[in-house]
């Protein structure tokens, strides 16, 4: 095909971004710089080494001076070993994702036509990173497994180095001839395209960046990091409390579950839509690990045992009330996981042409089928809702003496509450006035008869 006619194909395919989110460049700017700063703001503002969680409000000013003017808190932000345990972590999921077996399963159909084939094995990669971790430290005891506390700084630094460093070389992979862009990722504007990510699903040979990101090294270094938490605890107080138990449960199962599901993510606006760029890189590799972990290592320092902690209230000798906070946080969390589950399974099905349930649904004027009863007849989001739940019942095993650590109950809230506008526009834009119809036949966003 003559070079001229290939150029109007590419530019028909990759047309320029007109509409902004984020509040354009501005927006993309603040975030760019507000995570990295977030992810910090929270270990100096709330870690034993700064005095607490929050430090003392009239001593944040001083400390902050203190800080900045002190060598040893520059030198802590960069730790060669962190950076190079970092590097050979990075380095063994990708050599995972190569030599463990998985199914090729193929994405859905891109605006070329073509459908991309990924390489499923994220679930064996998380069992061969926990059997070896968990091997090692049955070997050499819980204290050889503390370096992800000690190292925290520095290990957030390294994540970071690579998220940038990723970001950057994805946009500028982005201009070689034939790349297919998102949608939203091609304005012109670097500051933004970096940010958004400006490339649809940019690879190399078979090896898909985005997916692989989004599952390996930042999702199942989280359940590491938590495991890390839990052996420093062990060495401080002699064992795991209850509390802790809760939180590695919790967490680890949902990390086991989103990787045991793999191929759903295919289908996931992440995916689908989304370029992968600053927004997905730092997210996947610095956000997961680093922020979500904030539960654990909040115990570390402040252990809870919410067992005892209850039992002070009864002075009978019955063991019931001794065991009710975590058998009600236990509720909470299974709550949560059940609704995430069923309303995941019901559309997960149904876009695969099952429908066990027998769910009603209508036919949009587009061919596709949206679900009018079950789980997507309560809340046009009720998996969000499901997540939500979760993610309260995460937080509450660190006890109330901080709101820091609902920290992530609030940030998952701006979150989805953000992502359902975001689907909900790209939606209406599909389905038209179908859309306008199913919102009326289930008006409530994301809780059922609430929001
Ligand atoms: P969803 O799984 O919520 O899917 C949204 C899509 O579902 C819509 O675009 C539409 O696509 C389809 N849909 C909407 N309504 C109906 C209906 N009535 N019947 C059938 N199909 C319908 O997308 P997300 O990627 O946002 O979320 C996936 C999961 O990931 C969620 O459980 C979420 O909570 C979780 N998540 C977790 C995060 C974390 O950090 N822990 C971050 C973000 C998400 P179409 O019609 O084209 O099929």
């Not at 760019?32 to 700064?50: I, K, N, Q």
């Not at 789980?375 to 499901?386: I, K, L, T």
């Amino acid at each position: 095909m003559p070079s001229q006619k290939k150029g109007k194909i590419q530019n028909e395919l990759n047309p320029r971004t007109t509409e902004y989110e984020f509040l354009g460049p501005p927006g993309a700017f603040l975030i760019t710089f507000g995570v990295p700063l977030t992810v910090y703001a929270l270990f100096f503002g709330c870690s034993e080494s700064s005095g607490g969680c929050p430090p003392p409000l009239a001593s944040i000013p001083e400390r902050f001076t203190t800080a900045l003017s002190d060598c040893a808190f520059w030198s802590n932000l960069w730790d060669t070993q962190a950076a190079l345990i970092y590097l050979a972590w990075y380095a063994f999921c990708v050599v995972a994702w190569t030599i463990l077996p998985g199914d090729w399963v193929e994405g859905v159909t891109m605006r070329t036509g073509e459908k991309k084939k990924y390489k499923i094995n994220a679930f064996s990669t998380f069992l061969l990173a926990l059997g070896l971790a968990v091997g090692y430290i049955y070997r050499n005891g819980p204290q050889s497994f503390t370096f992800l506390y000690e190292k925290w700084v520095g290990f957030v630094t390294a994540s970071l180095v690579m998220s940038v460093a990723q970001g950057l070389a994805v946009y500028v992979g982005s201009f070689r001839k034939g790349a297919l862009l998102a949608l939203g990722g091609n304005s012109g504007n670097f500051i933004y395209d970096f940010y958004i990510g400006r490339e649809l699903n940019p690879s190399i040979g078979s090896f898909d960046i985005k997916s692989f990101n989004e599952l390996r090294p930042g999702l199942i270094l989280w359940t590491l990091v938590n495991i890390s938490m839990a052996c420093e605890q062990t060495v401080r107080t002699g064992g795991v409390s209850d509390a802790m138990w809760l939180v590695l449960l919790f967490q680890g199962w949902y990390v086991a579950d989103g990787l045991y599901n793999e191929p759903a993510i295919l289908t996931t606006m992440d995916i689908t839509t989304d370029g992968f760029g600053f927004m997905l890189s730092v997210g996947d590799l610095t956000w997961v690990p680093f922020v979500y972990s904030l539960q654990a290592r909040f115990l570390v320092f402040r252990p809870v045992e919410l067992g005892s902690g209850l039992y002070q209230y009864f002075d009978n000798e019955s063991q019931i009330p001794r065991y009710l906070g975590v058998l009600s946080i236990l509720f909470v969390n299974a709550l949560g996981y059940w609704i995430f589950r069923e309303a995941n399974g019901e559309k997960n099905d149904f876009r695969n042409g099952k429908n066990p349930k027998n769910l009603q649904y209508f036919t949009t004027e587009s061919g596709s089928k949206l679900l009018t009863t079950g789980w997507w007849g309560r809340s046009r989001h009720p998996n969000y809702f499901g997540d939500l739940v979760m993610a309260l019942a995460w937080s509450l095993p660190t006890g109330f003496t901080t709101p820091v650590t609902y920290f992530y109950v609030v940030y998952f809230t701006v979150l989805l509450v953000h992502r359902q506008r975001r689907d909900e526009e790209a939606c209406e834009k599909k389905y038209g006035k179908d859309w306008a119809k199913y919102k009326k036949m289930v008006p409530y966003r994301i809780i059922p008869y609430v929001y």
